[in-house]
């Protein structure tokens, strides 16, 4: 039914390019980037830290050794520290595990996002096919009302017709010249659409054949339990929620005492007015306690509780979305699909009375009124057909996209950043 092009480009590299290079798909690659660093940002708190101090300056000093005198000194100061947490209320875990979930949820949004401009590239790839195929019917159709002016003319000019014909031929050849002006403004406008995902003119576009249908579902139910686990947007706001869990928890260790190990050595010089070098190590085991913090760490906890709630309430509310979206989708191609023998059969009939009006008008049976009327009836059911044709197209791959297999299907690679950072597995290894 539809061309190829010798220099063809097939929607899974249209959709290739998009996830390659669209910006916003970048854009979420970059974010989940920066997220991924908040991971050894976390891991940091089971490391040691080290920090060195160094103070050269003047000192003047009072005091029972220096008495009854004032003392004025160059003072020196130099102290190196490592510390090393050993406890600290599970603070550093909690981190840790509310950095790989947010880690895993923005790789689930590149995801998302991969998924969602893919299938606005499939929209626009099967809506240039559309539009061409739509101008090309245009165009059969005024070269049909060309051909007929010319013979209805000649029957004029020779005495055999009447002008009367003439002038209702130049009014539909008029609407087939304004419908394929029209068809071309369409097909421009979709083009500049398709440069605006994929950033290239499109050029020998292919018709996929629907092969995405082929894979669709057996059933409502089977189509649903595949978006439920492996839609990107449920499964990122289940890394939300898990996130915030652990937020949760990682609020209570206020409430706990923080034990780390510190060792240190300084060497000082004129220190508090005495002349002479001070030098010192040691290594201690410290408990910190807060008893008294004014209400604040419960006030956080009870903020991180509330916070939990709404990233349940929200992933409750994605589900319910995507299987509204999965409901749609079905339905949709299940209309579509129901719809398409019928278009075509209308298309064939519509042909069958073209040729045979054409015929009967020729030996005077039928009015020049019922042949045009026989070319529009054409057009309009060509038209009607290959809209739904693609219609239908779209919504199986809509209905992929709805399951979160999208790529999967046009066997496109997923973004390098929609890979999980790590393993929560990992974070004993972490410790």
């Not at 974010?31 to 080290?50: C, H």
């Not at 050794?65 to 909690?94: C, N, V, W």
């Not at 349940?312 to 579509?336: P, Q």
């Not at 699909?337 to 075509?344: Q, V």
Request: with cysteine; glycine share 6%; net charge negative.
């Amino acid at each position: 039914m539809f061309s190829v092009s010798a220099f063809a480009e097939t929607l899974e590299e249209a959709v290739a390019t998009t996830v390659q290079n669209n910006p916003e798909i970048l854009a979420e690659a970059n974010r989940k980037y920066s997220v991924d660093k908040t991971v050894d940002q976390a891991r940091a708190g089971y490391k040691p830290t080290v920090d060195l101090t160094l103070g050269i300056g003047f000192e003047r000093a009072k005091n029972p050794s220096t008495s009854p005198d004032h003392s004025s000194l160059s003072r020196g100061e130099a102290e190196i520290r490592a510390t090393q947490m050993l406890y600290d209320g599970f603070a550093t875990k909690s981190a840790i595990e509310e950095s790989l979930s947010n880690a895993e949820a923005a790789g689930y949004q590149v995801m998302g996002a991969a998924e969602k401009l893919s299938l606005g590239t499939v929209e626009r790839y099967l809506d240039v096919l559309r539009r061409e195929q739509l101008l090309k019917y245009t165009e059969d159709n005024l070269t049909q009302h060309n051909s007929l002016y010319d013979k209805v003319k000649l029957k004029a000019d020779s005495g055999v017709g009447n002008y009367t014909d003439v002038a209702q031929t130049t009014g539909r050849l008029a609407l087939a010249e304004a419908n394929l002006l029209s068809a071309k403004g369409n097909l421009t406008d979709s083009k500049s659409r398709y440069i605006r995902y994929v950033g290239h003119e499109p050029e020998g576009l292919v018709d996929p054949i629907k092969t995405c249908c082929d894979d669709v579902p057996s059933t409502l139910d089977g189509a649903l339990k595949i978006a439920f686990h492996e839609y990107p947007d449920i499964l990122a706001a289940v890394s939300e929620h898990e996130a915030s869990l652990a937020q949760q928890e990682g609020a209570k260790a206020p409430f706990h005492p923080q034990i780390n190990l510190e060792a240190s050595a300084s060497l000082d010089n004129n220190i508090d007015g005495t002349r002479g070098q001070n030098k010192d190590a040691l290594a201690m085991a410290r408990l910190d306690y807060n008893l008294l913090n004014g209400g604040a760490d419960k006030a956080r906890l009870e903020q991180t509780k509330y916070l939990s709630e709404q990233a349940l309430n929200r992933a409750d509310g994605t589900i319910r979305e995507a299987e509204k979206n999965v409901r749609l989708a079905w339905s949709n191609v299940d209309s579509l699909a129901r719809r398409l023998p019928i278009l075509e059969k209308r298309v064939q009939a519509a042909k069958l009375t073209r040729d045979a009006y054409s015929q009967q008008f020729t030996v005077g049976r039928r009015t020049l009124v019922d042949l045009l009327d026989t070319e529009n009836e054409l057009l309009a059911a060509q038209n009607a057909y290959t809209n739904v044709y693609f219609d239908h197209m779209y919504g199986c791959y809509w209905l992929s996209q709805t399951m979160g297999q999208l790529l999967k299907r046009l066997n496109v690679d997923v973004p390098e950043a929609s890979i999980k950072v790590a393993d929560k597995a990992t974070i004993d290894e972490a410790k």
